[in-house]
């Protein structure tokens, strides 16, 4: 997996979703000399290998235009020896010109949220989300940014899950979605949270509906649990062994496996003040919990047909409903084994008979009619 930095300036957020589990109104927020910090300690960790920077939060948008001029530039020159990305997660409430120009210059991809039609999203994420995300997503396409949506199910809204692809569907906007999650931090941390058998479900729905919807929308889940398939390994960190290539760091500098862990000291890893080696941060208690996952996950999913693109799924959301012990892999493993199957299912199909696709027979074999939908665009895709 790609050496993945994750920024979070603050865990404070001006939104109220019911669902969240990552928002701390009394957060500080990180400085400057923090990000100084983070390039002094990569120019000796995994010196040469290219680095994505993904800021998250909390909202990230609150550090502010100076913040990110600064931090940008530096992180740009002063590791110009390794190939450099960025990314953000942004709700656009705090999207301004400025802002947008600043991250345009650094052709930062943004992922937002937004999950459904007004009402729909207003009921889950707080009165009055709906048009200020939208709001700054004007402002973040008026200035040349690249915006996607990411939309979170849960199980409230996936009883609704037509209305919401044909929202995604008819405002020509990429969908890309995620199960409301169980957390740490709550009190009544599954309140929300997404039935695995539910969420397979949904998968299978949104692949159908895309697949009749080719060229007119973009499912990105979709095309990444085809890509695994297709590749024989993970794609996205949810189905590869995260730990070591993914690192998270909050305000004060501290690191954590991933950002969904900010905040909480049993999972801080070390802090880039000093300067920790791979071997202190995988020496850590939570370092050591990261490898246990991987261990228990080679033992206990070892005759699994999807073992190598799926890898026990995340480690998060294996440890959230268990107060972050490991008692089992990713709950959503129902889920992941229901789409893995009928991709695979189709895919043969196709390819061996029972379609009636012009991919099909683009691989010379004789189209034949099939009661299921060809799967064989998105895989030609993912080439």
Request: contains cysteine.
């Amino acid at each position: 997996m790609p050496f993945h930095v994750m920024l979070i300036p603050t865990l404070g957020c001006p939104s109220k979703c019911s669902y969240c589990w990552s928002s701390d109104p009394d957060s500080p927020k990180m400085s400057v000399d923090t990000i100084k910090e983070v390039v002094e300690w990569l120019k000796e960790f995994r010196p040469g290998e290219a680095v994505t920077f993904t800021f998250h939060g909390g909202e990230p948008l609150l550090a502010g235009a100076d913040f990110y001029n600064k931090s940008l530039a530096l992180l740009s020159k002063s590791l110009k020896d390794r190939k450099i990305a960025f990314a953000m997660q942004t709700n656009l409430w705090l999207m301004t010109p400025e802002i947008a120009k600043v991250l345009a210059k650094y052709n930062i991809p943004i992922g937002s949220s937004l999950d459904g039609p007004k009402a729909l999203n207003d009921m889950q994420r707080s009165e009055g989300y709906y048009d200020r995300t939208m709001k700054g997503y004007r402002i973040a396409k008026e200035n040349g940014l690249d915006v996607k949506f990411i939309c979170t199910f849960t199980s409230y809204s996936v009883k609704q899950k037509e209305k919401i692809f044909n929202y995604f569907l008819k405002n020509d906007l990429t969908l890309k979605l995620h199960p409301a999650l169980p957390s740490l931090r709550s009190n009544k941390p599954g309140e929300w949270a997404l039935d695995p058998e539910e969420y397979g479900e949904l998968l299978v729905y949104l692949l159908d509906k895309y697949l009749e919807n080719m060229g007119k929308i973009e499912v990105m889940n979709i095309d990444h649990l085809c890509k695994c398939i297709f590749t024989g390994h993970g794609t996205v960190c949810t189905y590869v062994d995260c730990m070591g290539d993914t690192f998270a760091i909050g305000p004060d500098g501290s690191i954590y496996p991933c950002y969904r862990y900010v905040g909480m000291p049993t999972y801080v890893m070390g802090n880039v003040h000093d300067h920790p080696t791979m071997e202190d941060l995988m020496g850590s208690k939570a370092g050591k919990l990261m490898l246990r996952y991987k261990k228990y996950v080679d033992k206990h999913c070892k005759d699994c047909t999807h073992i190598n693109y799926c890898r026990g799924g995340c480690p998060y959301n294996a440890m959230a409903p268990y107060d972050g012990k490991i008692k089992g892999v990713d709950p959503h493993c129902i889920a992941y084994k229901r789409i893995f199957d009928e991709i695979i299912d189709r895919m043969n199909s196709d390819m061996f008979g029972g379609s009636s696709s012009l991919e099909s027979a683009s691989f010379g074999f004789p189209p034949q009619q099939s009661s299921k939908q060809g799967i064989m665009a998105i895989m030609l895709k993912e080439i």
